[in-house]
């Protein structure tokens, strides 16, 4: 596998977002597959016989990487829908994300100042609720100590088709803490896990002090941003469209369980916090909603009722919203039917919808002169990496 150093854009420094979006990679052959973009998330099983991805985000959170916190909350729904039309093996993957803080003073110097806020998981409204969660604070960052810890317990796949992947961001050196760095990235590898290094400074700084050389031992990408650049929104025609349809498909979901109240709420909450960002970071969540990859069997009935292993007679009258209990069996079963009906035609049209979107943004990036941007749907490092594990993209 090829490692080596993303080359950077314009300027210099570039964000994380446009770091994302516009790593200069070998353009990856059309999907011979038939790409179906309007598969809905409640056709596809938890895993079952798919295909996986699992990415470990590992964030500096000491003082002075606010930005970076700030940039990495809208990157996570552009990772997640690079996937959204991606095959391997005539499959779609299932993505699985864990993330990790490492380097803030107010957690435990037995800990190594590292924090697993989430194992690697399909649950990506969790993920954004802890990403706006985050704080920073002065600290000693560990960069071989977390990777070493991401590596061995998180539950990586066994499979080597797997893309199994790190990204590590920070500024302090990479070198520093009780673990070698360059001996964490080589143990990673070994299991078949990519680590890149995302350095928030100075391309030399980020040389000499460690950063491309853990890259380059781990069949990984070395990258340089600058965590406090903001990337322009663009507003497209097809945006309150989406958003409307987004309305409506948050109607699709029944929450059940004891704990189904708050279940909804965060979803909602999350749609919050996307909107609070631009309406881009909203619009590219209601495309993740509208995947396969947006999954809450664990809440929601509509999505559950979808398993292998689902049976009727295991949902308690008691752990249903008021409005359902009085319902039969069989009528309950037709209304979650019915939710599912909805449910996938309004997936379809975000999809649909959010495919246009796309190439018009591309378009109006091209025309500002800015090197594919935020229009882009997520790195291209993470493209050309998935690409040599089998997974093929509908690039034109």
Same mark, same amino acid.
């Given at each position: 596998?090829? &490692?080596?150093?993303?080359? $950077? /854009?314009?300027?210099?420094?570039?964000?994380?977002?446009? $770091? $994302?979006? /516009?790593?200069?990679?070998? #353009?990856? %052959? #059309?999907?011979?597959?038939?790409?179906?973009?309007t598969k809905p998330a409640a056709n596809i099983a938890e895993n079952g016989d798919a295909p996986v991805v699992q990415i470990a985000l590992l964030l500096d959170t000491s003082g002075s990487m606010s930005g970076l916190i700030s940039q990495a909350? /809208?990157?996570? @729904?552009?990772?997640?829908?690079?996937?959204?039309?991606?095959?391997?093996d005539g499959k779609t993957p299932v993505v699985q994300v864990a993330l990790y803080e490492y380097g803030k003073s107010s957690l435990s110097d037995d800990s190594r100042w590292i924090r697993q806020i989430q194992?690697?998981?399909?649950?990506?409204?969790? *993920?954004?609720?802890?990403?706006?969660?985050?704080? /920073?604070?002065?600290?000693? %960052?560990?960069?071989?100590?977390v990777i070493e810890q991401a590596a061995n317990t998180l539950a990586w796949d066994a499979s080597p088709k797997t893309y199994k992947a790190i990204f590590i961001a920070g500024n302090e050196p990479f070198t520093q803490g009780p673990v070698k760095?360059?001996?964490?990235? #080589?143990?990673?590898?070994? #299991?078949? *896990?990519?680590?890149?290094?995302?350095h928030c400074g100075e391309e030399n700084v980020g040389i000499s002090t460690g950063w491309k050389q853990g890259a380059l031992l781990a069949d990984g990408k070395f990258m340089v941003i600058d965590q406090n650049q903001t990337v322009a929104h663009i507003d497209a025609p097809q945006d309150?469209?989406?958003l409307k349809l987004n309305e409506q498909l948050?109607?699709?979901?029944?929450?059940?369980?004891?704990?189904?109240?708050? @279940?909804?709420?965060?979803? *909602?909450?999350?749609? &919050?916090?996307?909107?609070?960002v631009n309406k881009d970071s909203l619009v590219r969540r209601a495309a993740t909603k509208a995947s396969a990859n947006y999954f809450n069997a664990n809440w929601d009935i509509v999505d559950a009722s979808q398993q292998k292993d689902f049976q009727w007679s295991d949902i308690k009258k008691e752990d249903l919203p008021e409005e359902l209990r009085k319902l039969t069996t069989e009528e309950l079963k037709a209304h979650v039917d019915a939710q599912l009906a909805s449910r996938t035609e309004l997936q379809k049209q975000i999809l649909q919808l959010s495919q246009e979107r796309d190439s018009w943004v591309a378009e109006k990036r091209k025309e500002l002169g800015e090197d594919n941007s935020l229009g882009s749907a997520v790195s291209s490092t993470i493209r050309s990496q998935a690409a040599l594990k089998g997974i093929r993209f509908d690039v034109e």
């Open positions: 596998m090829k &490692s080596g150093i993303l080359k $950077l /854009t314009g300027a210099g420094i570039v964000s994380l977002g446009t $770091l $994302l979006a /516009t790593a200069q990679e070998p #353009k990856i %052959e #059309k999907a011979e597959v038939e790409i179906d973009a909350k /809208t990157q996570l @729904w552009s990772v997640v829908n690079e996937f959204i039309a991606a095959k391997q194992p690697l998981t399909r649950d990506l409204d969790s *993920i954004s609720k802890e990403l706006f969660a985050l704080s /920073t604070n002065g600290g000693e %960052e560990y960069c071989g100590a760095a360059d001996e964490a990235c #080589k143990a990673a590898i070994a #299991k078949g *896990i990519i680590v890149n290094t995302i309150d469209a989406i948050n109607k699709t979901y029944i929450a059940f369980g004891a704990q189904r109240e708050a @279940w909804a709420s965060n979803q *909602i909450a999350q749609d &919050s916090n996307a909107g609070s």
